[in-house]
């Protein structure tokens, strides 16, 4: 669980930086030629940025991914056992059912043949 937090946090640490950055540039008091070469140059690491955060969401997509696939492993596993318990006790039952039965049916028989 820490992994998945720390991808969130550094995707939205990334992305933060960038509209911080953004900002700050547009508020800054620069001369209008001054305030589009930067704009260009941030335009141009907005890319860089971008795979960055892509990368990010990527290894953590892939960390989840991992995660869950051993979760649903584990529960199959769980299941698995389960049903065969599940199955075995039935089996169990059954053939004490058959033996009650079978108990019956003699006492019947003994008691039938024992008339005079």
Do not use: C, H
Not at 8 to 30: Q, S
Not at 36 to 58: G, Y
Not at 60 to 82: C, F, I, P, V, Y
């Amino acid at each position: 669980m820490p992994n998945n937090r720390s991808g969130v946090f550094i995707g939205g640490f990334l992305l933060g930086a960038a509209v911080g950055t953004l900002t700050g540039m547009l508020i800054a008091p620069r001369s209008g030629r001054e305030a589009r070469q930067l704009l260009k140059k941030s335009a141009n690491a907005i890319p860089e940025l971008a795979e960055d955060l892509s990368t990010s969401v990527q290894l953590q997509a892939d960390r989840l991914s991992g995660s869950a696939l051993r979760s649903w492993d584990d529960t199959l596993e769980r299941l698995r056992e389960a049903i065969a318990a599940g199955v075995e006790a039935s089996q169990q039952e059954r053939q004490a059912i058959i033996r009650q039965n079978n108990e019956i049916n003699s006492d019947s028989r003994t008691a039938y043949t024992d008339r005079p």
